[in-house]
């Protein structure tokens, strides 16, 4: 279980390599706010620590995760959009 | 639901692939965000969840998060790209932190990865907070704070986190204690990393900061056992690694260069000295009579643009050269601004098309046949002295070659250095003209100007 979890990660960290080298540098400011909102993928940790039963103090923890994880998604995805929209190419 | 999982795993893959293209960086944003939709719905499908919290808070940080995405100036885009991640740190941090509360008899394998995501997760946190006050200016200055025996006190608080994480680890049922130690330490360590970092070198920080983030995911896909967090914190760690290279790269420095030697400050202004004369200062009146009579322009922006929010300014004038018959491009070198592609997007909002743009290496060979040059609030960027003079700090360092335009144009407030503390021999060239004063009143100038006539 544990090799194939890091054998995961080994694969998915050359594939993000490899998907990165490419983007050209005028989009790099749009590529970092995007790929900050996938990092709130940790979200789903955050909704199951909310929501199992597990007492108040793990309850109030997740609750907290699950807030502060939105922001970073809702934000990311956002403010990515809002920046994309306005790349613009010259009219003919 | 590990269906869905593949789904979304699979979608944050194409989503970044088409970030590679303008044409298609719109849609790849929103199939990331769709698949980040799948892995929250398959979620909640899984039973066994009570959702009052989760609701709640979902509503709470949605609408923090979009009122601060719809609300915050394009200028400002660094720090909000910084306090973002930091927030994603800090939930990684609490999910490790909350599994460890309920499963304290946990494997050795997790509790390894739980120490991991609750350091990570804090050093991104505050980390990250810092460098937002910092560029928000909310701290005194965003200069490199230094002090003595600071690599001291980094040393101990690293190997006091390694401690607390080999006694953790041996013992996790009993020594709860310890990992809150251990979540302190990374705390303050976020903070001591980020002090002696100042300016110009926050790109190569928040690069690096949002790799930490992606890492933070990562191990907390490995407490939860979830193929899908690991798949995409290790997208977004390389994606961080990636850029914090080649912001490296662009400065011609070493990250450990950037992390620990507090460039920038009082060290860096001994050095490169010798650029002396009388630097000779034009009115935007008589530059414009110049900018009249070009036929190439080319505009390099520095984060002097963004602080004078005269993006709007440049692109007017862009225009009405244009309308003259010059041909205007805009020369962007990777690290101008304080994140990279921050000058992209400042241009982006003015509604300069991106064609128009060009990096580095492909405006150098052309610079020669360049009637004018304007630099606005760049300084490092374009000083000759990281080509030509071996005992500057910036030696190395790719530069625009503005030097070899036919006439220099320089917009400054000031004489004073740029970030690097250097001073620039540009400013004393025989082809440079400085045209001083707040960078958007005096395109504005130069724009009445045009239209006098």
Same mark, same amino acid.
């Given at each position: 279980?544990?090799?194939?979890?890091?054998?995961?990660?080994?694969?998915?960290?050359?594939?993000?390599?490899?998907?990165?080298?490419?983007?050209?540098?005028?989009?790099?400011?749009?590529?970092?706010?995007?790929?900050?909102?996938?990092?709130?993928?940790?979200?789903?940790?955050?909704?199951?620590?909310?929501?199992?039963?597990?007492?108040?103090?793990?309850?109030?923890?997740?609750?907290?995760?699950?807030?502060?994880?939105?922001?970073?998604?809702?934000?990311?995805?956002?403010?990515?959009?809002?920046?994309?929209?306005?790349?613009?190419?010259?009219?003919? | 639901?590990?269906?869905?999982?593949?789904?979304?795993?699979?979608?944050?893959?194409?989503?970044?692939?088409?970030?590679?293209?303008?044409?298609?960086?719109?849609?790849?944003?929103?199939?990331?965000?769709?698949?980040?939709?799948?892995?929250?719905?398959?979620?909640?499908?899984?039973?066994?969840?009570?959702?009052?919290?989760?609701?709640?808070?979902?509503?709470?940080?949605?609408?923090?998060?979009?009122?601060?995405?719809?609300?915050?100036?394009?200028?400002?885009?660094?720090?909000?790209?910084?306090?973002?991640?930091?927030?994603?740190?800090?939930?990684?941090?609490?999910?490790?932190?909350?599994?460890?509360?309920?499963?304290?008899?946990?494997?050795?394998?997790?509790?390894?990865?739980?120490?991991? !995501? *609750? #350091? @990570?997760? &804090? +050093?991104?946190?505050?980390?990250?907070?810092?460098? %937002? /006050?910092? =560029?928000?200016?909310?701290?005194?200055?965003?200069?490199?704070?230094?002090?003595?025996?600071?690599?001291?006190?980094?040393?101990?608080?690293?190997?006091?986190?390694?401690?607390?994480?080999?006694?953790?680890?041996?013992?996790?049922?009993?020594?709860? !204690? *310890? #990992? @809150?130690? &251990? +979540?302190?330490?990374?705390?303050?360590?976020?903070? %001591? /990393?980020? =002090?002696?970092?100042?300016?110009?070198?926050?790109?190569?920080?928040?690069?690096?900061?949002?790799?930490?983030?992606?890492?933070?995911?990562?191990?907390?896909?490995?407490?939860?056992?979830?193929?899908?967090?690991?798949?995409?914190?290790?997208?977004?760690?390389?994606?961080?690694?990636?850029?914090?290279?080649?912001?490296?790269?662009?400065?011609?420095?070493? =990250?450990?260069?950037?992390?620990?030697?507090?460039?920038?400050?009082?060290?860096?202004?001994?050095?490169?000295?010798?650029?002396?004369?009388?630097?000779?200062?034009?009115?935007?009146?008589?530059?414009?009579?110049?900018?009249?009579?070009?036929?190439?322009?080319?505009?390099?922006?520095?984060?002097?643009?963004?602080?004078?929010?005269?993006?709007?300014?440049?692109?007017?004038?862009?225009?009405?050269?244009?309308?003259?018959?010059?041909?205007?491009?805009?020369?962007?070198?990777?690290?101008?601004?304080?994140?990279?592609?921050?000058?992209?997007?400042?241009?982006?909002?003015?509604?300069?098309?991106?064609?128009?743009?060009?990096?580095?290496?492909?405006?150098?060979?052309?610079?020669?046949?360049?009637?004018?040059?304007?630099?606005?609030?760049?300084?490092?960027?374009?000083?000759?002295?990281?080509?030509?003079?071996?005992?500057?700090?910036?030696?190395?360092?790719?530069?625009?070659?503005?030097?070899?335009?036919?006439?220099?144009?320089?917009?400054?407030?000031?004489?004073?250095?740029?970030?690097?503390?250097?001073?620039?021999?540009?400013?004393?060239?025989?082809?440079?003209?400085?045209?001083?004063?707040?960078?958007?009143?005096?395109?504005?100038?130069?724009?009445?100007?045009?239209?006098?006539?």
């Amino acid at each position: 279980m544990i090799a194939i979890l890091i054998f995961i990660f080994v694969l998915a960290a050359f594939l993000g390599f490899e998907l990165i080298s490419k983007v050209p540098s005028q989009l790099h400011t749009p590529l970092m706010s995007g790929s900050n909102a996938i990092s709130g993928i940790t979200i789903v940790g955050a909704i199951v620590a909310a929501g199992v039963a597990g007492g108040e103090f793990a309850t109030a923890l997740g609750f907290l995760a699950v807030i502060f994880a939105t922001i970073n998604v809702v934000g990311g995805y956002l403010v990515t959009d809002r920046m994309l929209a306005m790349f613009k190419k010259k009219k003919k | 639901m590990e269906w869905l999982y593949i789904i979304a795993a699979s979608l944050f893959v194409i989503g970044l692939k088409m970030l590679s293209s303008p044409e298609t960086a719109r849609r790849g944003n929103v199939v990331s965000a769709v698949g980040m939709l799948l892995a929250i719905v398959a979620t909640l499908l899984k039973g066994g969840l009570s959702f009052t919290w989760i609701a709640v808070g979902f509503v709470i940080g949605s609408a923090i998060g979009a009122v601060s995405a719809y609300r915050v100036k394009m200028t400002a885009m660094p720090e909000m790209v910084a306090i973002f991640n930091g927030f994603g740190g800090l939930a990684s941090l609490l999910v490790g932190w909350d599994e460890y509360h309920m499963h304290r008899d946990a494997p050795t394998f997790t509790i390894v990865s739980i120490y991991l !995501a *609750v #350091l @990570i997760g &804090g +050093v991104t946190f505050t980390g990250s907070v810092l460098a %937002f /006050a910092k =560029l928000a200016e909310l701290v005194v200055t965003g200069r490199p704070v230094m002090f003595r025996g600071q690599q001291i006190v980094n040393g101990v608080l690293l190997a006091a986190a390694v401690l607390f994480g080999i006694i953790f680890i041996i013992h996790p049922e009993s020594h709860y !204690a *310890v #990992l @809150i130690l &251990g +979540v302190v330490v990374s705390l303050i360590l976020g903070i %001591f /990393a980020v =002090l002696p970092i100042g300016g110009a070198d926050m790109p190569v920080v928040i690069c690096l900061l949002n790799s930490y983030s992606g890492l933070a995911a990562t191990a907390a896909g490995f407490v939860l056992a979830n193929n899908m967090l690991i798949v995409a914190g290790s997208l977004v760690g390389a994606s961080g690694i990636v850029l914090t290279e080649i912001m490296c790269k662009a400065m011609n420095r070493s =990250l450990a260069n950037v992390l620990f030697s507090g460039f920038g400050s009082a060290a860096g202004l001994a050095a490169g000295a010798g650029a002396n004369g009388e630097a000779k200062s034009l009115s935007p009146h008589d530059a414009y009579f110049a900018l009249e009579a070009a036929r190439s322009v080319v505009i390099v922006p520095g984060y002097g643009m963004a602080v004078a929010q005269a993006q709007h300014a440049v692109k007017q004038l862009g225009d009405l050269l244009e309308a003259n018959g010059t041909e205007v491009r805009y020369a962007i070198h990777p690290v101008a601004g304080r994140m990279p592609g921050h000058m992209n997007v400042l241009l982006a909002e003015a509604d300069v098309p991106y064609d128009q743009l060009v990096e580095m290496d492909a405006i150098n060979p052309m610079m020669p046949t360049v009637d004018v040059a304007l630099v606005i609030g760049a300084n490092d960027v374009v000083n000759p002295a990281a080509r030509e003079d071996k005992s500057s700090p910036i030696h190395g360092m790719p530069i625009i070659n503005v030097d070899h335009a036919q006439t220099v144009f320089v917009l400054k407030r000031s004489m004073a250095s740029g970030f690097a503390g250097v001073e620039n021999p540009l400013f004393f060239n025989e082809n440079t003209r400085m045209v001083f004063g707040d960078a958007k009143q005096t395109l504005q100038a130069m724009v009445n100007e045009f239209k006098a006539t």
